[in-house]
T-cell receptor
């Protein structure tokens, strides 16, 4: 049972570089999410996709873009990385408004 | 704005003692309520959830939580702490058709031998 799979697990970027975080789920969930986790701040929603073909901004969308490629995949792109984007990123999926399943996270450092 | 507050960023209890982690939310609309646990370097795992029905909810690993609408609270308890309970715990809330979870700041639970 794969659940929610995120790649890569770790990444180091220099300021200004770009990268895409990949996420795939095999539970046939309609909704997918990207969160960032920073010490003392819990998880903050970056973007979410309620269903295939739709995306919406969350609490902290600046500096990020997303693509809901199909029902399974939801990617997060950093066009020009900044040190403030150093964080742990989690992808999640759910069916409706019920409990979400989470990936194991991507630890990103921007120098 | 709808929000979730966890009282205490760090809670420390002795092995065998009661665990109480507090969560309050602000909303005029009845929410769905969740507790998640995160072990080091891992993702979040669902402990328990309240959607409708009985307000006392039992979850995995001996944890339970009670939804108190009048107090807008959903505190997490466990009668007897075990060393393996050491982790970070997150309260989360969603509101009906919003289809997104709002998280509290997290509480790190330490268990003393």
């Amino acid at each position: 049972n794969a659940g929610v799979t995120q790649t890569p697990k770790f990444q180091v970027l220099k300021t200004g570089q770009s990268m895409t975080l990949q996420c795939a789920q095999d539970m046939n969930h309609n909704s997918m999410y990207w969160y960032r986790q920073d010490p003392g701040m819990g998880l903050r929603l970056i973007y979410y996709s309620a269903s295939e073909g739709t995306t919406d901004k969350g609490e902290v969308p600046n500096g990020y873009n997303v693509s809901r490629l199909n029902k399974r995949e939801f990617s997060l792109r950093l066009e020009s990385a900044a040190p403030s984007q150093t964080s742990v990123y989690f992808c999640a999926s759910s069916e409706g408004a019920f409990s979400a399943a989470f990936g194991n996270g991507t630890r990103l450092t921007v120098t | 704005a709808q929000s979730v507050t966890q009282l205490g960023s760090h809670v420390s209890v002795s092995e065998g003692a009661l665990v109480l982690l507090r969560c309050n939310y602000s909303s005029s609309v009845p929410p769905y309520l969740f507790w998640y646990v995160q072990y080091p370097n891992q993702g979040l795992q669902l402990l328990l959830k309240y959607t409708t029905g009985a307000t006392l909810v039992k979850g995995i690993n001996g944890f339970e939580a009670e939804f108190k609408k009048s107090e807008t609270s959903f505190h997490l308890t466990k009668p007897s702490a075990h060393m393996s309970d050491a982790a970070e715990y997150f309260c989360a809330v969603s509101w009906g058709g919003a289809q997104k979870l709002v998280f509290g700041q997290g509480t790190r639970l330490t268990i003393n031998p």
